[in-house]
């Protein structure tokens, strides 16, 4: 079947399937809320809201999707790709609930005849096989092969265009280059790529301008770790995370003194940042660390003396600065209410294992954790033995005792959607490693990309990058609007990593065998992938500790 004879779909019929799952997911999440006596009792309820929260984050995406698509109409550009692509994607999701429903449908205790009056609906189930006919998937596919996967997708915002172009370019130049070698041999990202990073602003994309940074908000930011990601997560599309993330922080609670002495080096790429705050017996659950900081006045010099562990602390050993959490409140069942934020100083160190010792006895012990994919920046194991920290460096001052992890918090909502931005990259990477695949290699008399199934599966790994990319613009914009957001960056995240994982893995099937070797990129993307539904919040807590407790609360 040629492109001409797939059925039509108009954004309208994209529209009224979005209105009829918003519907039923609103009554959803407000019978989850009465169930979850507003989100306090989640954990008598864990599965289902899990269930909840993630149809809603779907749902989100669906209405970037079908947004995105009615705006590049109105902007005069030919968005007969978008408009398919938001009606697969819209018609799955229905069909997931569907399924969802017909198990466990006295769980979502939805009020009688909804479900068969909008998604159930004869109209609706017209609609839906529609959006989603077989030869609509295809079609897909074939135009994605036909660009290589190539993503050039219209965007509303100039700046954001250029910014993709630039960093396109500049990826191309000088991470590509390096990006296998880093991977194979787990080298340190080398300090020449970092400087060439700086030069181009990469470190302080939002950062406002009065404190050395562009000044270019969320989104131009997010486009960059894109466009970095899809080359290397690991060796460029990561390095910036660390420094938004002390940025946001800073922003949030820092004193002017520390804003003006901190933000414009970190900015200008001079202070490379590590991020401390899981430690070995701690992982999602921030409020139980156990790691400390003591009051102390060492040779006239006003301060604190950490001791503790620190796990998973990527890039710490490059790092000059560390953003480290520790427990100020010595009473444990102060809870968050005991934590405190500090920027620790450090040496760089750039091998798998460094020891820092201070004049007045203090230590602190890195050793990198081996890991099967991410590498580049080593992730490591930290140990605090009377490390000193100067008084100053308590984020806020007094004001911000006891209140880091808050601050921590909006730190991670920039890390969060900054890892919706990787994700949508290295799914972008796969997506195009895939096509280039199909076209190039022949087997049984005919390019992969003549079989209908691989069209398919390539139709529906290119409609799943878009829905990661247009989530993760979507909380982008919404943090450009308003800083304090939370709920918007965290499904972005919980969407788009897991969007990764499974379309690098499509990616690699579709190698066949050599999908399995090092020398082609797509085995990267896949181990690289595995830990994005990991770091930044692991998604069970994700779903049920920010999203699910956000939408039942109200």
């Known amino acids: 079947m040629s492109d001409r004879e797939v059925p039509q779909v108009r954004i309208e019929d994209v529209d009224a399937v979005v209105g009829a799952l918003d519907e039923v997911v609103r009554e959803a999440i407000a019978a989850a809320a009465r169930r979850t006596s507003g989100g306090k009792t989640i954990d008598d309820h864990q599965v289902h809201s899990e269930r909840v929260a993630y149809v809603a984050t779907e749902v989100l995406a669906a209405r970037a999707l079908a947004q995105y698509a009615r705006e590049a109409a109105g902007a005069g550009v030919d968005a007969g790709l978008m408009v398919d692509q938001a009606a697969l994607f819209a018609a799955e999701i229905t069909a997931r609930l569907l399924g969802q429903l017909a198990a466990f449908g006295g769980e979502f205790d939805l009020p009688a005849g909804l479900v068969e009056r909008t998604i159930a609906s004869a109209e609706s189930r017209s609609r839906v096989q529609l959006c989603a006919h077989e030869a609509r998937v295809r079609s897909i596919g074939r135009r994605t092969a036909d660009s290589r996967g190539a993503n050039n997708i219209w965007l509303p915002e100039e700046d954001a265009v250029m910014v993709r172009d630039s960093v396109r370019a500049f990826a ?219 008084a100053d460096n308590l984020i806020g001052g007094e004001q911000g005792l006891n209140r880091g992890f808050y601050l921590q918090m909006s730190g991670f909502a920039a890390g969060r959607l ?69 709920l918007e960056p965290a499904m972005a995240k919980l969407l788009a990593c897991d969007v990764a994982v499974a379309v690098t893995q499509e990616g690699q099937l579709l190698h066949g065998g050599w999908g399995y070797a090092e020398e082609y990129p797509i085995s990267r993307y896949v181990v690289d992938a595995t830990v994005l539904p990991i770091f930044e919040g692991v998604k069970p807590i994700l779903e049920l500790k920010v999203i699910a407790r956000q939408l039942l609360g109200g």
């Open 172 to 390: 191309a130049a000088e991470v590509a280059p390096l990006a296998a070698h880093i991977h194979r041999t787990d080298e340190l990202v080398p300090d020449s790529l970092i400087s060439a990073m700086a030069a181009m602003g990469y470190f302080g994309m939002s950062a406002p301008e009065q404190y050395g940074g562009l000044g270019m908000g969320n989104l131009a930011m997010l486009v960059t770790t894109e466009e970095l990601s899809r080359v290397s997560l690991a060796a460029a599309g990561s390095l910036i995370t660390r420094p938004e993330i002390l940025t946001k922080a800073l922003l949030k609670g820092g004193t002017e003194e520390q804003k003006r002495k901190w933000l414009a080096p970190v900015a200008a790429g001079e202070l490379m940042v590590g991020i401390a705050v899981t430690e070995p017996d701690t992982g999602s659950d921030v409020a139980s660390v156990a790691c400390r900081a003591e009051r102390t006045r060492i040779g006239g010099r006003e301060g604190w003396l950490i001791n503790g562990a620190k796990a998973w602390c990527t890039f710490a050993g490059r790092a000059n600065v560390l953003a480290l959490l520790a427990r100020t409140d010595p009473d444990p069942k102060s809870g968050a209410r005991g934590l405190s934020l500090f920027i620790v100083e450090k040496d760089a160190f750039y091998g798998h294992e460094f020891e820092m010792r201070q004049g007045g006895g203090g230590v602190l012990h890195g050793k990198a954790d081996a890991t099967p994919g991410y590498r580049g920046m080593h992730s490591y194991t930290l140990s605090f033995e009377n490390f000193f920290v100067d």
């Open 418 to 486: 900054q890892t919706g931005g990787r994700a949508a990259g290295l799914a972008q990477a796969a997506l195009e490693a895939a096509a280039g695949y199909a076209l190039d290699r022949r087997q049984f008399g005919s390019p992969l990309i003549g079989f209908q199934l691989t069209q398919h599966k390539l139709g529906r790994m290119a409609t799943y990058t878009q829905a990661a990319r247009q989530i993760s613009y979507l909380g982008a914009r919404a943090m450009d609007a308003d800083e304090t957001i939370s």
